[in-house]
């Protein structure tokens, strides 16, 4: 049972342009929605969080957008950089749970 | 510096055997994590420790046994192991919100 999903496994862009990671969730209990990008053969790094309470939260280069009523979120980064290049993984907590549940990920080249 | 550390990288072992793999984190929280990636990719949580006390114990075989000597360790043992423990396994560390979770590099555990 996937509770958080990325339909998408990879993604390819063109430096400079924009780049639209997107992630569903099934469990309306969700309120805190976080993004992490891992490199090969490293652990994944937090990036970006939004609460349920908030529709868009922007950190430089990344902004996160959440549609509730959709229950879907999606990652923007705009410009791409090659240095953006790794696998991005979407991840949901409810109120009170210490559990992240994490989507599949998906993998973000970004071409020179 | 580090701030968690996973010890062995890799880890090559034949089915029935026991092992172990150590973490350590020198961030000073007070709640680490053990997960498991899988061959398809999901990332999902085993075990959870606060200040030595166990606080997530997700449907884990009871050959997986967590120990936790201080709160900066949390280590993971493994017994009788079977072809499908064959996977990645991350350590984490987090402080008082969910986004500060620290992953360390993994620990590729391949059982033959």
């Known amino acids: 049972d996937q509770q958080v999903k990325q339909n998408s496994p990879s993604l390819s862009v063109q430096e400079g342009r924009i780049s639209i990671l997107n992630c569903d969730y099934t469990?309306?209990?969700?309120?805190?929605f976080l993004w992490y990008k891992k490199y090969p053969a490293e652990g994944p790094t937090f990036l970006i969080s939004?609460?349920?309470?908030?529709d868009k939260n922007e950190d430089g280069r990344f902004t996160v957008f959440l549609n509730k009523s959709a229950k879907h979120l999606s990652l923007h980064i705009v410009p791409s950089q090659p240095g953006d290049s790794a696998v991005y993984f979407c991840?949901?907590?409810?109120?009170?749970?210490?559990?992240?549940?994490f989507g599949k990920g998906t993998k973000l080249t970004v071409n020179p | 510096d580090t701030a968690v550390s996973q010890t062995p990288k890799y880890l090559v072992t034949q089915m029935g055997n026991d092992k172990s793999i150590k973490c350590e984190q020198n961030?000073?929280?007070?709640?680490m994590y053990w997960y498991k990636q899988d061959s398809k990719k999901f990332l999902k949580i085993m075990f959870s420790?606060?200040?030595?006390?166990?606080?997530i114990n997700e449907t884990v075989p009871n050959r997986f046994s967590p120990k936790s000597p201080d709160k900066a360790h949390l280590n993971l043992h493994i017994n009788s192991l079977e072809l499908g423990d064959s996977a990645v396994y991350f350590c984490?560390?987090?402080?008082?919100?969910?986004?500060?979770?620290?992953f360390g590099p993994g620990t590729r555990l391949t059982v033959t």
């Open positions: 420790y606060n200040n030595k006390e166990l606080i």
């Open positions: 984490a560390s987090g402080g008082r919100g969910v986004e500060e979770q620290y």
């Open positions: 469990n309306s209990m969700f309120d805190y």
């Open positions: 961030l000073g929280h007070d709640t």
């Open positions: 939004i609460s349920s309470i908030k």
């Open positions: 991840a949901a907590i409810s109120g009170g749970s210490e559990k992240l549940v």
